[in-house]
């Protein structure tokens, strides 16, 4: 055999393999008193997002943590409120925005939520119920940084769409608090 197809038969070996062996993108289940949605997390895209939303649901922080804010037609909010609306203390530093990652705020993704500070994400967290382009970073200015998507919903797309419709009020002055609990009970990590 020739060096020149010696030469392509390893490429060809080597594609297959490279195109035919699955990525083992971590994923995570977020298990609610209204059932369960689970999302794949990129952490290719959104490193440090994905390192700190994981670190939160391995301490325990999102068990029993509320839907606070669901806003229909846009997106349902959860991640440090209380069943008596009590703000939860962050207990781990606020982190930099990676909104310029490329992922966009297309509908069923999961996004950090933040404060007008571009890099003070921490706990709370979002799945878009639509496509929200508004939402994607356009420029590292403070209009423009966007709010970081680290991921998509894989399964329970009903379960969103079900929280999206609740029954909402103003409460302990916030508005789009849903009128029953939708409590996260909690988020585990799973395998890959």
Not at 98 to 112: P, Q, R, S, V, W
Not at 121 to 144: E, M, R
């Amino acid at each position: 055999m020739s060096f020149k197809k010696l030469l392509l038969a390893a490429s060809i070996a080597f594609a297959t393999t490279a195109c035919s062996s699955p990525t083992h993108a971590q994923s995570a289940l977020i298990s609610t008193n209204q059932g369960d949605i689970t999302v794949e997390l990129n952490e290719r895209a959104a490193p440090k997002t994905v390192a700190n939303f994981v670190r939160y649901a391995q301490s325990g922080f999102y068990t029993n943590v509320i839907f606070h804010r669901v806003i229909p037609n846009f997106m349902i909010q959860t991640g440090a409120f209380t069943t008596d609306m009590v703000e939860k203390s962050a207990p781990f530093p606020t982190i930099a925005n990676e909104a310029f990652n490329g992922l966009k705020n297309d509908k069923y993704t999961i996004a950090m939520a933040r404060t007008n500070d571009p890099h003070s994400a921490s706990a709370q967290f979002f799945i878009n119920t639509k496509t929200n382009d508004f939402l994607n970073h356009t420029s590292q200015t403070p209009q423009g940084w966007g709010y970081a998507v680290f991921g998509r919903v894989t399964s329970g797309f009903d379960v969103v769409d079900k929280i999206g419709k609740v029954y909402t009020q103003s409460r302990k002055g916030y508005d789009d608090v849903p009128v029953t609990n939708v409590i996260v009970t909690r988020v585990t990590i799973l395998p890959n």
